[in-house]
């Protein structure tokens, strides 16, 4: 069993900072892509930033510039960084990730999401 645990969330005044974190936990023989989702009320869930074991990022057009995804593999762990912040980015934010089980089971995980409230 793994566990995703997110951290970080909160309520920030437009032009402000976040950074959340996300722990990975459990039966990991190795941890693949990580990645930040997001979902505003009544919208899809949304890509927000990927990165690779190898450190390659990707970012959806409407964060790029403003936020930084990175990981430290030692620690499991997964993070975003948001500045800039807009109001149009208060959604619920999930981590994900691709986990190697053994050297032949990969699995999907999610975490269980935290409020990013961006207002005035």
């Known amino acids: 069993q793994v566990q995703l645990v997110e951290s970080g969330g909160g309520l920030v005044l437009p032009g402000g900072s976040l950074r959340l974190s996300c722990a990975a936990s459990?039966?990991?023989?190795?941890?693949?892509?990580m990645g930040w989702y997001r979902q505003a009320p009544g919208k899809w869930r949304e890509l927000v930033a990927t990165?690779?074991?190898?450190?390659?990022?990707n970012y959806a057009v409407s964060v790029k510039g403003r936020f930084t995804i990175s990981r430290d593999n030692a620690k499991n762990t997964v993070y975003l960084q948001m500045n800039s912040l807009k109001p149009e980015d208060t959604a619920v934010y999930y981590c994900?990730?691709?986990?190697?089980?053994?050297?032949?089971?990969?699995?999907?995980?999610w975490g269980q999401g935290t409020q990013v409230t961006v207002s005035s």
């Open positions: 459990g039966s990991i023989f190795r941890l693949n892509d």
């Open positions: 990165i690779t074991s190898g450190g390659i990022t």
């Open positions: 994900n990730a691709d986990v190697a089980l053994s050297k032949w089971e990969n699995r999907g995980y």
